[in-house]
Each structure stands twice: as C-alpha cells, then as structure tokens.
C-alpha cells in the first residue's frame, strides 16, 4: 500500500489488541473515499482493499437485523434502544426462543422498579450491558464502522483481519469516521482468534463472517465462539459449489451434495444450515435460524446458536436427502431421523425409476429441512424498515425481499420453476397466476420463493403438480408426433389426468407483495455487477464481445462476414479453419481425405499466413 508508515508493527500488540490507534498517520496518495450508510470509507485508488458496491444491501440487510436483534436481547434486561429516524413509541418486543421466557419473566420484575425510567442505548455510545461483535475478516473495516455508527446497543465492535495493510486501514478510517471508542481493529487469523475465545464469558454476542468464497475453514471456530443464543451472521460466495458445478468440492467443504436444479439458491442456503448445525452439533450446540437470504451472486444466512443435549439429539430429523429425478426434475425428501425416540427413519421414499417419467433419480443432501426463516423475527424487521426507509439507501429492495420472505411456506422444503415444469412436457408456459390458481381451486396451499422470480412452492404431491401440466397441454396441445418415445415429456403425456385443473384467475392468487409492486426481485445489471456464474460458462469472450450491441450495428455486407467467419476455428471440431466458411454449423461430418483432395487449390479458403486474422483469433491445428 502506498503512504504506508515505515515504522514496523508490532503483531503481538495488534493481535491483543493494544496498540493504539488514535496516533495521526501521514494521508495516503492517491486515496478514493466511499460513504456508505453513516460511514466515510477511504482506501487506496490501487483498489488492494475491496471494495463491492453491490455488497451495500447485504450490509444493510445486517444493519437492520442486528439492529432488532440488540433490541430483544437489551429488552430482556431492561435497556431500550433509540434508532436514528425511529419515532419514540415503545415497541412490543416479543422473545425469539422458548428457553429465555422464564429468565425475561424474572427479570422484568427486578430491572423496572415502580417509577423508575427505563434505560435507553444510543447509536454510538457505549452501553455496559450491550452486544459484543467480531468481524473476522473486516478489511477496511466499513461493516464494523457502520455498525458503530448506525447501530445501537454496542459494548465493542472488534474489527480482525490477518493483513497488516488492512488493519493499518482499518486503524485511518476509525479514526477517521470517529469511533475508536467503539471499533478496535486486531491483525489476527480469524480461526485463531475466535478459538481464544470460547470460554463462556468471553463469546461474542455477535459474529460476522463474510469471507471472499467459502467460510467453511471458519466455520467450527465460529459456533465455539459465539455466545448462548447469540448472533451468526455467514455470507458464502462460492455458489458455483453450492449450486451443483461441483458435488464432491460441495461435499468436501459443507458436508453435502449438491444438485443441479432451479431449485438450486434455496438448496444452498440450506445447505449452509445443515453445515452450521451438524459443526454445532460436536459442542452440543444447534442452530436456529433467523433469515437466510440468496441474492445476487451469494448466499447470506443468519442463525442463533444454542446449547442443549436433548435438542442436538433431534438434529437428525431436521437433515433430510433428495431424490431428483433427472428427467422431469421432480424431488423427494428423505428425512435422516424420527423426531419421536430419536430413532432412523425409513426409506427410500422413491422406486429405481421415476414414477412419471421412469428415468433414474439422483441423490443429494444431507441439507436443512426445516424452515429457514423466523417469520415472527423477519416480520419485526420488515416493519422496522418499513417506518423507517430513509434509514438505508436499499430499504426499497430490503422491504421487497422481506415480503416475499413473509410470504413463503415455511414448511415446504423447495420448489419448482415455472419455466422447468412447462419445457418438461414442452408446451407454452402457463402465467404464473394461472398456476397459482390452478393449485389453489385443487385445495393446496402454494407461494413464491425469494431466491427465484418463477418459483412455485407448494405442498402439493408431485403427482397432482403433473396433472395440472397434463391439463394445461390439452389446452395448448403439444405436437405428440415429434415427442420421442423416451422422453419424459411423451411418458407424463401418456397418462390421463385425474385432477381436472381449474385455471380461472383467483384474487388470492396474486401475492400481496406483486400487487403493492415491491423490488422484490434484483434489477437488470448495472455498474459493478457481478454477472452469474453460468452466464459467464456459456458465452466466450469473443463470441460475446460480437453480441454485443448487435442489434443497433448496421447490418454487415454477406461477402465481408463470409470472409470473416472463415478465419474462426471450425465450431465442430474446434480447429483450424473450417472449409465449410460462413456454412459451418456443428451437424456437419469430418472432412475426408478423398474430400480435402477434390478441392481446387484455387478454392481453398486463405490460410492464417495469408490471411492473418485479427487479435485474440485462435489459428492452426489442435488449437482450443
């Protein structure tokens, strides 16, 4: 980093946090700063610390419940908190778990005694009996900063990082931001140090933990460290393992398989739960989880943590396995255990083949299977924002994605695309109400899901989901003769329906939250947009940059672009240049011998040497 103070550090000081950081420093060159929320952010424009403006709704998001979280735990001990742009009303503030109703009770009667005022925690001020946070890998330290500045009821923030750069960082905008009263930055491996921290008084209260890629190698020191029904706050980025892309990386980091589904976003979140509890489960400790959010390119669960022989006991009957089917998609779930005496369950719940398209099942899991919101939690914070927008520059997309949180069946593990259940039997895609309708007259319950635009979750039997498509087809009728006998589309369409689906429009099949037109849903990519990880699989960099704009470049002369798309590798055999020219298609067969010598010396197309082809252009035998 550049403008760093050539005096050395101590490690040890830093490590325990001794070493002052109130010293002035000489002022970095070339320096970009960042205000985020109530934070003033200064890094080097060299960009060695990260910086991800599209992270600003995770952080808000953790603001927010961080925020309530403080408000319940403080509420138990008497202490009121005051939120900036919060009306002053008292507010109702109901325990999150069975195990602290007796000790609220007590303490009710001995901290308010008759006339007395109750104590208030402001933002930015020290309370005694307050939250104690870590962020493990706080880099520039803008998520701690924001903490003390926009949330209330803070004993300390402790800011870690294991780079010596980053904490000096972290040291510049403390100050800078003024908070050093609050916010202590340690240079320190994050393991280690929530490993010091395990005795019971000495847990933090709150952990967060927002790594770039994987949090597993953090994992088992975080649920030692933080305290009894105290805060976990995990991000995972690497959805590409989560998401199926790689089933033995995925089993290697969370102890799980993953499948390639639409269903895949809330599989990984509960995938991640499942992780958390069974590393919990070695102390006698298991999770409850609060929120779990997938957006953008991450998955973001927030889980309390307690500790309870007979409750790890019943950790079992909260994993179950899924049995997906690889033709039509549909999924079945084993639970590990009974919850009554604790004992194995019984299965496999699915025969060899596919019940509605005989094709083979795959196998996956262990993952959570119960539910992975608290609703009453998430419904506090909703409303919190809500009366509160000017709060967060992302309250709009946070109120949206809440509401379809609140929305969502808690008891249904899962779901299915739209689109997925439509291309399976390859007919038009029904609207999305008509669906809902259509499963609503039948008597089930059905909803969306915030981890997909076009999800139907519902407790629907599959067989009863396929009747409704087999309906749907005799309305826009497929075209049988080009089904192949095989394929799960013509065996599903083999069988007559035995529900008859009603598809007239119901009112209650429009969700509130698409009625109000709420954000509930990320918006195209803008600026600094990490794009998904299967977009970037599918297109190459040359063939994208030629999409680009396409339609607003004039059209281009046929003999130019044949001229062109001769000197492009051959899309069937990946090499040299195709004879076949601007006709190369990927059907076409291997050129012969007897072929290449039927071919005029005057007709061959340019080679490399005599044609050179543009930069960035792959050229010659063998080349990929």
């Known amino acids: 980093m550049e403008g760093q103070p050539q005096e050395l550090r101590n490690p040890a000081a830093m490590e325990n946090g001794t070493e002052p950081c109130g010293e002035e420093r000489p002022s970095e060159a070339q320096e970009t700063t960042v205000t985020e929320g109530a934070a003033k952010i200064a890094f080097p424009s060299a960009n060695e610390v990260f910086y991800n403006p599209v992270q600003e709704f995770n952080r808000?998001?953790?603001?927010?419940?961080?925020?309530e979280f403080a408000r319940v735990q403080l509420a138990a001990k008497g202490i009121q908190i005051k939120v900036p742009g919060e009306k002053d009303v008292p507010k109702v503030v109901v325990n999150l778990s069975e195990q602290e109703e007796e000790k609220a009770e007590l303490k009710e009667g001995a901290n308010l005694a008759p006339g007395d005022q109750p104590r208030t925690a402001a933002v930015g001020e020290i309370c005694e009996e307050g939250l104690r946070v870590l962020e493990g890998l706080a880099a520039s330290g803008l998520r701690s900063i924001r903490f003390a500045r926009e949330v209330p009821g803070l004993q300390s923030v402790v800011?870690?990082?294991?780079?010596?750069?980053?904490?000096?960082?972290?040291?510049?905008?403390?100050?800078?931001?003024?908070?050093?009263?609050?916010?202590?930055?340690?240079?320190?491996?994050?393991?280690?140090?929530?490993?010091?921290?395990?005795?019971?008084s000495e847990r933090f209260d709150v952990i967060d933990l927002d790594p770039y890629g994987s949090p597993a190698p953090f994992l088992d020191a975080a649920v030692q460290a933080v305290s009894e029904g105290g805060l976990l706050c995990v991000t995972c980025t690497d959805m590409a393992v989560l998401a199926g892309n790689s089933g033995e990386t995925c089993y290697s980091k969370y102890g799980a398989m993953a499948l390639k589904s639409r269903a895949c976003h809330e599989m990984a979140l509960r995938i991640v739960l499942h992780s958390l509890d069974l590393r919990a489960n070695c102390y006698q400790r298991f999770v409850v989880p609060l929120l779990s959010v997938s957006a953008d390119f991450y998955v973001r669960v927030f889980v309390r943590v307690f500790t309870g022989q007979a409750k790890v006991k019943a950790s079992a009957s909260k994993q179950a396995l899924v049995f997906q089917c690889v033709g039509c998609g549909t999924f079945h779930l084993?639970?590990?255990?009974?919850a009554v005496k604790f004992s194995a369950a019984c299965g496999p719940p699915v025969a060899p083949e596919c019940g509605h398209c005989?094709?083979?099942?795959?196998?996956?899991?262990?993952l959570w299977a119960e539910p992975i919101h608290d609703l009453d939690f998430v419904g506090r914070v909703l409303e919190a924002v809500s009366t509160n927008p000017g709060r967060f520059h992302t309250s709009e997309r946070i109120r949206g994605v809440l509401s379809v949180v609140t929305e969502e069946l808690p008891d249904v593990p899962l779901y299915y695309a739209l689109d997925q259940l439509s291309s399976t039997v390859r007919c038009s895609t029904p609207s999305l109400l008509q669906l809902r309708s259509a499963l609503l007259h039948a008597g089930f319950r059905v909803s969306l899901s915030h981890a997909c635009k076009n999800a139907v979750k519902t407790d629907a039997p599959s067989s009863a989901l396929w009747d409704i498509m087999r309906c749907w087809e005799k309305v826009c009728p497929v075209?049988?003769?080009?089904?192949?006998?095989?394929s799960p589309a013509f065996r599903i369409l083999s069988v007559e329906p035995r529900l008859q689906a009603n598809f007239?429009?119901?009112?209650?099949?429009?969700?509130?939250s698409r009625q109000r037109g709420l954000k509930?849903?990320?918006?195209?990519?803008?600026?600094?947009?990490?794009r998904a990880w299967w977009r970037w699989d599918l297109w190459g960099g040359e063939r994208r940059r030629l999409h680009q704009n396409k339609r607003k470049e004039p059209a281009e002369d046929p003999v130019q672009r044949a001229a062109r798309l001769k000197t492009f590798p051959?899309?069937?055999?990946?090499?040299?240049?195709c004879q076949h020219g601007d006709q190369c298609c990927y059907s076409h067969s291997s050129p012969t011998p007897e072929d290449t010598a039927e071919v005029a010396p005057g007709d061959r197309p340019e080679t490399p040497s005599q044609n050179p082809p543009g930069p960035g252009v792959a050229t010659g035998p063998g080349v990929d």
């Open 358 to 366: 005989g094709q083979r099942h795959q196998l996956g899991g262990p």
């Open 479 to 486: 075209k049988r003769e080009r089904l192949s006998e095989s």
């Open 570 to 577: 051959c899309k069937r055999f990946k090499e040299g240049t």
């Open 520 to 530: 509930r849903f990320q918006a195209n990519p803008e600026a600094n947009w990490v």
């Open 159 to 200: 800011a870690n990082d294991a780079s010596a750069r980053a904490v000096d960082l972290m040291c510049r905008n403390v100050q800078l931001n003024g908070v050093a009263h609050l916010v202590h930055p340690r240079q320190a491996d994050a393991r280690m140090l929530m490993y010091q921290h395990q005795k019971a």
């Open 334 to 338: 084993q639970r590990l255990g009974k």
């Open 60 to 67: 808000d998001l953790t603001c927010a419940v961080i925020t």
């Open 504 to 512: 007239t429009i119901r009112d209650d099949a429009n969700p509130s």
